[in-house]
């Protein structure tokens, strides 16, 4: 717990060093046509003028209750927009995860037992694929392939106009759900609407399916490994020859073996997912967290890079958290 | 004579052949095992690693490593073809018929899993019928093996055991399964002295307190001696003489056997000796004696015919050109 919180408190200072030196926001957020007295002004309102030291203090006392600043450009609290944007953020990235477990995991595992199968070489090829492509090129490729190429019928009739529109954004136009969770298909399950939570699922598909197929080929082959290391262990030759079937085997002590090292990269994934996601939420105008910081970035607009900075570090620094409480839960090794 | 049920053997080994495909090509660590067990009686296997020990125990159990098949021979479990069993059959044979005890006691147990998890899991794919709870059962079998708190060592998990601990408790395991065959591969290798002395007399008297027969191999031609009644000698990939203990300790036929001899044959004074040449390597499939390079009674024989079998009864068994009766 003290090294997380030292963790954080890195974060914070490295974060705050460096989105300080990158120039003044005085600018972006006042225009440059405006007169020395009014600049000077405005770096008095926002502290610029008080030593680094101070104002870094000063930022982290906020932090400590809750306040992650204000934007400078749009005037709304970092908080409460970093409220609307994380869930969106957050939502893709589970389903993300979702998708990489129908297939990186069991494809990995089938490969783990049968190298050279042929699930083995399909799992394989996508993993080649997956990281050869980057991601906002194979969102675009999509778009355009299932969107805006359009069928082609026989002449005279010639080429269909396309017939749906892409599912840019979180949903086509209708109101969002009741805010329960900020995750849309789950909200609007609360609320009963299971047209909305369709459309919900319906515009998470593609971007899942992208950042899946990008950042899943390491689960893949992680889980590959550690099921092949399991299967050559002693203790399941030993098991076998004890009478045990194939089944038992491969439940009790191959995935039980196997496990952690795929645990604990699927939490590093998802860890990433929330800051590496930026160019999919791009190509897909999904309103997140990556593409919040982007804005920031291109308006010096300090805190809104900072705060999500430290989002990022504070799901990273709880998710390994909750993985060493579940490896812990497991492994009878690592409670002595 | 094909050696089968009709001489009451407990398991048989005919002629059995080992391939197995590596990526830098195949190799044969079996070439034509022959070898029996009868019930109740204790079987020794001596030879340099890579002899195929291992193996053989493996082929009796059909566990093959990646990439390895049977390739040839027969292996017969009472009068039954063990590889003709399906896979249903297979697994009751393993343990409940044959159960097998590893050489590294404690990578052979499942690091995750509680002792008394794994002793009672083998309970029951072995017993179909247990009158008690299966934790009474695993309490017993660790009382057989002399440990003092059963109750304690149950909720242990292996990295908590020390080597001699752990590997009680994989003779434990394997008795669990109430087999009538135990195979054990180097079961006393990575232990201390004192601890080895202790396992392999609670091996014993473990096994034939329960009328089981004892498969034991071993690199160690003593301690192959305390426990066998029958030695065979192995090199590469066969049993190049087989015999009851006395003759093959005091006077074995083949050359390699005498040579083996005279390695661990340590009279004071005397350093212990190695045998000149090269370990034979199993890439190749040797159709004459694999020993004759090494050997100093070669004849021209030997560079030109396959090797004969002398069966010479009493079951000893000799794969020699030189015959039973040179000097």
């Given at each position: 717990?003290?090294?997380?919180?030292?963790?954080?408190?890195?974060?914070?200072?490295?974060?705050?060093?460096?989105?300080?030196?990158?120039?003044?926001?005085?600018?972006?957020?006042?225009?440059?046509?405006?007169?020395e007295a009014i600049i000077e002004q405005r770096a008095e309102e926002m502290g610029l003028n008080e030593p680094i030291v101070v104002q870094f203090w000063t930022y982290l006392t906020h932090l400590l209750q809750g306040d992650l600043g204000v934007s400078r450009i749009?005037?709304?609290?970092?908080?409460?927009?970093?409220?609307?944007?994380?869930?969106?953020?957050?939502?893709?990235?589970?389903?993300?995860?979702?998708?990489?477990?129908?297939?990186?995991?069991?494809?990995?595992?089938?490969?783990?037992?049968?190298?050279?199968?042929?699930?083995?070489?399909?799992?394989?090829?996508?993993?080649?694929?997956?990281?050869?492509?980057?991601?906002?090129?194979?969102?675009?490729?999509?778009?355009?392939?299932?969107?805006?190429?359009?069928?082609?019928?026989?002449?005279?009739?010639?080429?269909?106009?396309?017939?749906?529109?892409?599912?840019?954004?979180?949903?086509?136009?209708?109101?969002?759900?009741?805010?329960?969770?900020?995750?849309?298909?789950?909200?609007?399950?609360?609320?009963?609407?299971?047209?909305?939570?369709?459309?919900?699922?319906?515009?998470?598909?593609?971007?899942?399916?992208?950042?899946?197929?990008?950042?899943?080929?390491?689960?893949?082959?992680?889980?590959?490994?550690?099921?092949?290391?399991?299967?050559?262990?002693?203790?399941?030759?030993?098991?076998?020859?004890?009478?045990?079937?194939?089944?038992?085997?491969?439940?009790?002590?191959?995935?039980?073996?196997?496990?952690?090292?795929?645990?604990?990269?699927?939490?590093?994934?998802?860890?990433?997912?929330?800051?590496?996601?930026?160019?999919?939420?791009?190509?897909?105008?999904?309103?997140?967290?990556?593409?919040?910081?982007?804005?920031?970035?291109?308006?010096?607009?300090?805190?809104?890079?900072?705060?999500?900075?430290?989002?990022?570090?504070?799901?990273?620094?709880?998710?390994?958290?909750?993985?060493?409480?579940?490896?812990?839960?497991?492994?009878?090794?690592?409670?002595? | 004579?094909?050696?089968?049920?009709?001489?009451?053997?407990?398991?048989?080994?005919?002629?059995?052949?080992?391939?197995?495909?590596?990526?830098?090509?195949?190799?044969?660590?079996?070439?034509?095992?022959?070898?029996?067990?009868?019930?109740?009686?204790?079987?020794?296997?001596?030879?340099?690693?890579?002899?195929?020990?291992?193996?053989?125990?493996?082929?009796?159990?059909?566990?093959?490593?990646?990439?390895?098949?049977?390739?040839?021979?027969?292996?017969?479990?009472?009068?039954?073809?063990?590889?003709?069993?399906?896979?249903?059959?297979?697994?009751?044979?393993?343990?409940?018929?044959?159960?097998?005890?590893?050489?590294?006691?404690?990578?052979?147990?499942?690091?995750?899993?509680?002792?008394?998890?794994?002793?009672?899991?083998?309970?029951?794919?072995?017993?179909?019928?247990?009158?008690?709870?299966?934790?009474?059962?695993?309490?017993?079998?660790?009382?057989?093996?002399?440990?003092?708190?059963?109750?304690?060592?149950?909720?242990?998990?292996?990295?908590?055991?020390?080597?001699?601990?752990?590997?009680?408790?994989?003779?434990?395991?394997?008795?669990?399964?109430?087999?009538?065959?135990?195979?054990?591969?180097?079961?006393?290798?990575?232990?201390?002295?004192?601890?080895?002395?202790?396992?392999?007399?609670?091996?014993?008297?473990?096994?034939?307190?329960?009328?089981?027969?004892?498969?034991?191999?071993?690199?160690?031609?003593?301690?192959?001696?305390?426990?066998?009644?029958?030695?065979?000698?192995?090199?590469?990939?066969?049993?190049?003489?087989?015999?009851?203990?006395?003759?093959?300790?005091?006077?074995?036929?083949?050359?390699?056997?005498?040579?083996?001899?005279?390695?661990?044959?340590?009279?004071?004074?005397?350093?212990?000796?190695?045998?000149?040449?090269?370990?034979?390597?199993?890439?190749?499939?040797?159709?004459?004696?694999?020993?004759?390079?090494?050997?100093?009674?070669?004849?021209?024989?030997?560079?030109?015919?396959?090797?004969?079998?002398?069966?010479?009864?009493?079951?000893?068994?000799?794969?020699?050109?030189?015959?039973?009766?040179?000097?």
């Open positions: 717990m003290v090294i997380l919180a030292v963790v954080l408190l890195a974060v914070v200072m490295i974060g705050f060093t460096i989105t300080r030196s990158t120039g003044t926001p005085l600018y972006a957020s006042l225009g440059v046509a405006v007169s749009s005037r709304i609290p970092v908080a409460e927009d970093i409220a609307l944007k994380l869930p969106a953020t957050a939502e893709m990235v589970f389903f993300t995860l979702m998708v990489s477990f129908i297939w990186a995991i069991p494809l990995g595992v089938r490969a783990g037992l049968r190298p050279g199968g042929r699930l083995a070489k399909l799992g394989e090829g996508m993993a080649q694929f997956g990281v050869s492509v980057p991601a906002f090129w194979l969102g675009l490729l999509f778009i355009f392939l299932l969107y805006f190429l359009p069928p082609r019928l026989p002449e005279p009739l010639g080429p269909l106009p396309a017939l749906f529109p892409p599912p840019l954004g979180r949903l086509g136009g209708v109101d969002p759900p009741a805010m329960v969770t900020g995750f849309y298909t789950v909200d609007a399950l609360i609320a009963g609407d299971f047209r909305l939570a369709w459309e919900a699922l319906w515009h998470l598909i593609l971007p899942a399916v992208t950042l899946s197929l990008t950042s899943g080929p390491p689960l893949f082959r992680v889980t590959r490994t550690a099921v092949s290391e399991a299967m050559a262990s002693p203790f399941v030759e030993a098991a076998y020859s004890y009478g045990l079937g194939r089944r038992t085997v491969l439940i009790r002590d191959v995935l039980r073996n196997a496990s952690p090292p795929v645990l604990n990269l699927a939490a590093m994934t998802f860890g990433y997912l929330i800051g590496g996601g930026v160019l999919v939420e791009v190509v897909f105008s999904w309103p997140g967290i990556g593409s919040y910081a982007v804005w920031g970035m291109d308006n010096s607009d300090y805190d809104v890079v900072l705060a999500v900075v430290i989002i990022a570090a504070v799901i990273y620094v709880i998710l390994y958290f909750i993985v060493d409480l579940i490896q812990f839960a497991m492994d009878p090794r690592l409670r002595d | 004579m094909n050696a089968g049920p009709a001489n009451g053997a407990l398991l048989t080994l005919s002629g059995v052949e080992v391939t197995i495909n590596t990526l830098s090509g195949p190799v044969h660590p079996l070439q034509g095992v022959d070898l029996e067990v009868f019930p109740g009686e204790t079987v020794g296997l001596v030879g340099e690693s890579g002899c195929g020990k291992s193996m053989t125990l493996r082929s009796i159990l059909r566990l093959m490593p990646p990439g390895g098949a049977i390739t040839g021979g027969a292996v017969e479990w009472q009068d039954r073809s063990v590889l003709d069993l399906d896979t249903d059959e297979l697994q009751t044979y393993r343990g409940s018929d044959v159960a097998m005890i590893y050489q590294n006691p404690v990578t052979a147990l499942d690091p995750m899993l509680s002792v008394e998890r794994q002793i009672v899991d083998a309970f029951k794919a072995n017993r179909e019928v247990l009158d008690g709870a299966p934790e009474e059962f695993a309490r017993e079998a660790l009382r057989d093996l002399e440990f003092g708190n059963p109750d304690a060592i149950l909720k242990r998990y292996p990295h908590q055991l020390s080597g001699g601990m752990a590997q009680r408790v994989n003779i434990a395991l394997a008795l669990a399964c109430g087999p009538s065959l135990i195979l054990a591969d180097e079961p006393t290798t990575g232990l201390d002295m004192t601890t080895q002395v202790r396992v392999l007399d609670l091996l014993e008297q473990q096994v034939s307190a329960r009328n089981a027969a004892l498969l034991f191999i071993s690199h160690d031609l003593r301690a192959v001696a305390r426990v066998a009644r029958n030695i065979g000698i192995m090199y590469a990939g066969r049993v190049v003489e087989f015999g009851p203990r006395e003759r093959i300790l005091t006077e074995p036929s083949h050359p390699y056997a005498r040579a083996l001899l005279d390695c661990v044959d340590l009279r004071a004074g005397e350093r212990p000796r190695s045998i000149p040449g090269l370990v034979p390597r199993m890439t190749e499939v040797y159709q004459f004696c694999a020993f004759r390079d090494r050997c100093a009674y070669r004849m021209a024989v030997c560079d030109e015919e396959p090797l004969p079998v002398h069966d010479l009864g009493g079951r000893r068994r000799l794969l020699c050109h030189l015959g039973p009766d040179h000097d």
